[in-house]
């Protein structure tokens, strides 16, 4: 139980500290080995708890002393496993909550980047059509007024994300739980 307890110790502080590339499968090692030892405990526990009964009468009444030590011992055991199991289920939730607030950082960058390229694609595109009647199509400078269109654009969008959305428009931060 006490390796038990610090390998789980060890597993939060790795998802919680840094970011760890085996920490999943860490995880779904000691939720089995957690789920191994309860399906050992559980069984003898319930065989200690009819023995104890004394409905048959197999060990001297002396002797029941040391069989209830054994069962208090095998039902902390179970106990403690069904606690790892649930804080290890706690655990999971955690890493998962962790990689998913990471992600949507990601996918936020990725958004805004995706409408600023996307108003500069419309501005030039709109300006590759061969029509006299655009504004700035005649003049001589229109592959400048483009560049200056597409430019302007685009400051005023990453000025509006950084104060509306919060996004940096740059590679996100870490998390402090990493």
Known sequence: MDHLSERVEELENSIFTRSSEGA?????SIKKDVLTLRRLAAPERDALHVLLRQEIPIFEPENVAYLQD??????RVTENVDTYRDLLSGVLDAYLS?????LNQIVKVLTTASIILMVASLITSFY????????GVTLSIGSLWTLFLVAVSTVVL???????????CRKPRRSRYR
């Open 24 to 28: 999943l499968q860490r995880l779904f």
């Open 70 to 75: 054994v069962y208090d011992h095998i039902v």
């Open 98 to 102: 962790v990689q998913s607030n990471s």
């Open 128 to 135: 590759g059509i061969n029509a006299e009647t655009i504004p």
């Open 158 to 168: 990453v000025t509006y994300f950084k104060r509306k959305v919060g996004c940096r």
